[in-house]
């Protein structure tokens, strides 16, 4: 099959890419750099073209709550538009596990608003809900810095390798759409709060904040969690790589 993946340099898009080429498919990663935007539409029509599969892993260059909004609607509605256009059978796209329990969350609305762009589109698709990555540890640390300590609520969640996110994406991508949301976690449920702990000692010498203050009321992204918050439900599909061996190898 022709395979375009919509942000396919990233993080998750550089490793699907790898992936779907080794399965024998015609895969092109288009992204700004190679002359296809999805937020102006520039490129698109030309990069789906003949294409049976579009997979979505593009991310928000801003956070801040307009700026992340105007992305994801616009990229949706463009990416939408031009897969109708072109007769793609199957629209893929990665989100965020809980994203519909978070309002508070400007980055989590816009994954909400994106997805329902898909949803309502016309076009076959399958949403993949991933939970955080191991990947962005570091990120989640930062975020929680306030006044030299790492403020983190004791919130459970289970975090994800990207090497799973990819494995995961490629399997929904090469079977049928299921028009409707599937989720994706880690295999091992841990409070934030202990992870992000265990993620710095690991890296002691290189993290310049070391101290993590736990505090029920640390905003993860603007939003307060609870133990429902971020967790996925029964029927989620569970990845293959526990956070203890990711951090060996990182």
Do not use: C
Request: hydrophobic share 50%; no cysteine; aromatic share 6%.
């Amino acid at each position: 099959m022709k395979i375009v993946v919509i942000g396919g340099s990233g993080l998750i898009g550089g490793k699907l890419v790898q992936l779907l080429r080794a399965a024998g498919h015609d895969v092109v990663p288009a992204s700004p750099a190679t002359g296809v935007n999805a937020v102006t539409g520039e490129g698109l029509a030309e990069a789906l073209a003949g294409a049976q599969v579009v997979v979505d892993v593009a991310n928000s260059p801003s956070f801040e709550d307009a700026a992340v909004l105007e992305f994801f609607r616009a990229s949706a509605g463009n990416l939408v538009a031009a897969a109708r256009d072109a007769g793609v059978a199957h629209l893929v796209a990665l989100s965020v596990v809980g994203a519909d329990r978070l309002p508070d969350s400007g980055y989590l609305r816009a994954k909400v608003a994106q997805e329902a762009t898909l949803a309502n589109g016309g076009v076959p698709f399958t949403i993949v809900r991933a939970t955080q990555f191991y990947e962005f540890s570091h990120a989640i640390a930062q975020a929680g810095v306030d006044d030299g300590t790492v403020r983190m609520p004791p919130a459970l969640f289970q975090p994800v390798a990207a090497d799973d996110v990819a494995a995961t994406l490629a399997d929904v991508a090469q079977a049928a759409p299921v028009n409707r949301i599937v989720e994706l976690a880690g295999p091992d449920p841990v409070r934030m709060d202990e992870h992000i702990r265990r993620f710095l000692a690991a890296h002691e010498g290189t993290e310049p904040i070391q101290d993590v203050t736990t505090d029920p009321h640390a905003r993860y992204f603007g939003a307060e969690l609870d133990d429902t918050s971020l967790t996925p439900g029964p029927d989620a599909r569970i990845g293959a790589v526990h956070f203890v061996d990711w951090l060996a190898k990182h």
